[in-house]
């Protein structure tokens, strides 16, 4: 079977994955939920997990999988680089030092927990090629991301994008996600090594690639595109495929790259909006295929007895006890009132999709099982779900209405 022919009969498990996704997602969004789980939930709807694998397969045939996940890769990489571009710095700049202590609190929190309660997990739950290191400090940095991106979309939703605490929550987001992704790189180096590639290789190769990015190409942007306005974009189209190569070669993600380039353009300008906007479309039809992706490899099924299903349950109450119990220390060290607090807390502990994206990455790399990787797609949807229940109910009686 040809690749076209691979993308074609890949084509009804994502127009599938796109109407029951909106479907989904316009109940959620009427319930208080960011519409973007509705296609997450679809895609695990339409796996294996509720469907069993025969059904699955009629929908999805196994043939057909290397092209999704072909698709897959390239709509994740179009969605991190628009959330590269849509970082706004200026946010962390406006109280840069209680965003730093919120966002770094909420990163080793959970990151702690995470290894604490990975090493006696480790024998039952590891992937092909983790070692107990690995294992335990990928478990600490899943637990620990917050969905930049759909916390966006959570703050507009609510009304208070640009209420101060939304801005504080969003500038806290924002830089724990560049320094969860600068950990996922160094694990994802560091296990790309136990895997045929050598260390010093991905570590020089890594440092070289954002030393060229951040020395090189970022001081040449602003003259790219005052020089070359008619070719502009095709030469950044160009550098955005440069880039997610590059680090795709380096053994890392090529998310990695896409969401660097994207956080490096100039903001305001009209080339950047252009391409934001042109790329908007694309990125929408092609993200499907990631959750068409990830609901293949969801196996809720794998989930079996109470034993099984309080792991899961205490996953999600460890992720969310140091999401939550960390971002509300740091907060209350830098002066916020208890509820405010308690509001930063619960909006940090939003995962969503940049959660799939590293729970992904990782089962790709061997350092976790099919069945934790189940465990934890639920712990994202769950923590994700209930940041608005839990903003209402902590956070100060102005924002419960």
Aim: net charge positive; with cysteine; hydrophobic share 60%.
């Amino acid at each position: 079977m040809t690749l076209a022919e691979a993308c074609l009969r890949a084509l009804p498990a994502l127009v599938a994955v796109l109407l029951l996704g909106r479907m989904l997602g316009a109940l959620l969004k009427k319930l208080g939920q960011p519409a973007v789980i509705g296609e997450v939930v679809a895609g695990i709807l339409l796996g294996p997990s509720l469907l069993g694998a025969e059904s699955a397969a009629l929908l999805l045939p196994a043939e057909s999988a290397p092209a999704l996940k072909l698709l897959a890769l390239l709509g994740v990489t179009l969605y991190m680089f628009r959330v590269g571009l849509q970082l706004d710095i200026a946010l962390v700049r406006q109280r840069l030092k209680a965003t730093l202590w919120i966002a770094h609190a909420g990163i080793a929190a959970p990151l702690l927990l995470g290894v604490l309660i990975g090493l006696p997990l480790y024998a039952d739950h590891a992937g092909s090629t983790a070692t107990p290191l690995l294992f335990s400090l990928f478990l600490g940095v899943a637990l620990s991301i917050t969905a930049f991106p759909v916390l966006a979309r959570i703050l507009a939703d609510v009304g208070l994008l640009q209420h101060p605490i939304g801005q504080m929550a969003l500038g806290a987001a924002a830089v724990g996600d560049v320094t969860a992704w600068c950990l996922l790189a160094a694990l994802t180096g560091v296990a790309s090594t136990t895997q045929g590639h050598a260390a010093w290789w991905v570590i020089a190769g890594s440092l070289g690639y954002v030393a060229l990015m951040l020395l090189v190409l970022k001081p040449v942007l602003p003259r790219l595109y005052a020089s070359t306005r008619h070719a502009a974009l095709l030469i950044l189209l160009a550098l955005l495929a440069a880039s997610a190569t590059a680090t795709q070669w380096l053994g890392l993600h090529a998310s990695f790259g896409a969401f660097l380039l994207g956080s490096l353009l100039p903001r305001g300008e009209v080339l950047t909006r252009r391409l934001d906007t042109g790329l908007e479309m694309p990125a929408r039809w092609l993200l499907p295929a990631f959750f068409a992706y990830a609901g293949m490899r969801t196996r809720l099924d794998l989930i079996v007895g109470w034993e099984d299903w309080g792991l899961c349950l205490g996953i999600t109450l460890v992720a969310t006890l140091g999401k939550v119990g960390g971002s509300w220390l740091a907060a209350r060290a830098c002066g916020e009132s208890p509820r405010a607090a308690a509001a930063l807390g619960a909006l940090m502990n939003a995962r969503g999709l940049m959660e799939l994206i590293v729970l992904q990455i990782g089962f790709d790399l061997g350092l976790i099982s099919q069945r934790l990787f189940s465990m934890l797609v639920v712990m994202a949807l769950v923590t994700t779900l209930s940041t608005v229940p839990l903003l209402r109910l902590l956070g100060p009686a102005s924002l419960s209405r």
